[in-house]
Nanobody
Framework: QVQLVESGGGLVQAGGSLRLSCAAS???????????MGWYRRPPGKQRELVAT???????NYADSVKGRFTISRDNAKNTMYLQMNSLKPEDTAVYYC??????????WGQGTQVTVSS
């Protein structure tokens, strides 16, 4: 059973930075090193969207809205994935989640971590 826990969110002014973490339980196994993983976000009143992905080989991809500002990475030894967010904008305000980068059949969603960017 894969269990994912997101953390690192908070309130930040526009232009600021945050680093989000996604930790997998020990029972989840080394999911980050063998799966296509992603960070998602759900802005207020909107649907969830995929913002960054990382393959098992380490290749990354980003939504146009975050390209050049966000960086996805992982630490296989710590079984943790990260999202470094720089130059934050009010439109980045959302609840952020991690999960497999798929269009269906996700693992159970965690609680997410709230990111609020003030103008």
């Amino acid at each position: 059973q894969v269990q994912l826990v997101e953390s690192g969110g908070g309130l930040v002014q526009a232009g600021g930075s945050l680093r989000l973490s996604c930790a997998a339980s020990a029972a989840s196994g080394s999911i980050f090193s063998i799966n296509y993983m992603g960070w998602y976000r759900r802005p207020p009143g909107k649907q969830r969207e995929l913002v960054a992905t990382i393959t098992s080989g380490g290749s990354t991809n980003y939504a146009d809205s975050v390209k050049g500002r966000f960086t996805i990475s992982r630490d296989n030894a710590k079984n943790t994935m990260y999202l470094q967010m720089n130059s934050l904008k009010p439109e980045d305000t959302a609840v952020y989640y991690c999960n497999a980068a798929r269009i269906s059949s996700w693992w159970d969603w965690g609680q997410g971590t709230q990111v609020t960017v003030s103008s």
